[in-house]
Nanobody, 121 residues
Framework: QVQLVESGGGLVQPGGSLRLSCVAS????????MGWYRQAPGKQRELVAT???????NYADSVKGRFTFSRDNAKNTVYLQMNNLKPEDTAVYYC???????????????WGQGTQVTVSS
């Protein structure tokens, strides 16, 4: 079994910064594809950024140049650094990680519990 725990959300003024973390623990052989998603009230969940196992990142146009997706392999942790935040970034943010189980190498997609980000003055 694998658990994902997110943290780092909160209330920030426009132009401010936050760093989201997503820590994976449990029976982990490898962490492959990773992503951050967000869902604003009344809207569908949307993709914010992805990070492949090879280290290639892709970002939604709305966050390019402001958000940075990174990982710390030793800590089984992925991060989303968010700078120059805007009110339209307000949403619940979810991490999504594809993990191969240490015992049987089976791959499974896991979701974090979500963390609220509110950008408001």
């Amino acid at each position: 079994q694998v658990q994902l725990v997110e943290s780092g959300g909160g209330l920030v003024q426009p132009g401010g910064s936050l760093r989201l973390s997503c820590v994976a623990s449990g029976s982990i052989f490898s962490i492959n594809a990773m992503g951050w998603y967000r869902q604003a009230p009344g809207k569908q969940r949307e993709l914010v950024a992805t990070l492949t196992g090879a280290g290639i990142t892709n970002y939604a146009d709305s966050v390019k140049g402001r958000f940075t997706f990174s990982r710390d392999n030793a800590k089984n942790t992925v991060y989303l650094q968010m700078n120059n935040l805007k009110p339209e970034d307000t949403a619940v943010y979810y991490c999504n990680v594809y993990i191969r189980d240490r015992l049987n190498l089976k791959g499974t997609n896991y979701w974090g519990q979500g963390t609220q980000v509110t950008v408001s003055s």
